[in-house]
């Protein structure tokens, strides 16, 4: 079974930044590609971010592009989400989620996923 565990959430004011985590168990990381993707209250969930399992990210929305980046360790089984400049509009619960890199990773738009974390808040105060 595919485990995925978002940390690194929390409060923080606009400007400032933040680092998300998302540990990986259960199925051979490598393999994987991770997207990040973000919900406001209201709001449709919005793919932000992937990387493919060869450590190239492969996709920015419009809206992070220039301020979230997007990294894997493999060997620790980890993809993390740097995030600087933050802006309130920034504020949701912010998602992991694996899927083959074919199907998840496009170079214009990211894909659906089969596998998710449970999210964790990130709000930013103005």
């Known amino acids: 079974e595919v485990h995925l565990v978002e940390s690194g959430g929390g409060l923080v004011q606009a400007g400032g930044s933040l680092r998300l985590s998302c540990a990986a168990s259960?199925?051979?990381?490598?393999?994987?590609?991770i997207g990040w993707f973000r919900q406001a209250p209201g709001e449709e969930r919005e793919g932000i971010s992937c990387i493919t399992a060869r450590d190239q990210p492969t996709y920015y929305s419009d809206s992070v592009k220039g301020r979230f980046t997007i990294s894997r360790d493999n060997a620790k089984k980890v993809v993390y989400l740097q995030m600087d400049s933050l802006k309130s509009e920034d504020t949701a619960v912010y998602f992991c989620?694996?899927?083959?890199?074919?199907?998840?990773?496009?170079?214009?738009?990211?894909?659906?996923?089969?596998?998710w974390g449970q999210g964790t808040q990130v709000t930013v105060s103005s």
């Open positions: 259960g199925f051979t990381f490598d393999d994987y590609g």
């Open positions: 989620a694996a899927d083959d890199p074919k199907w998840l990773c496009g170079t214009t738009a990211m894909g659906p996923a089969s596998h």
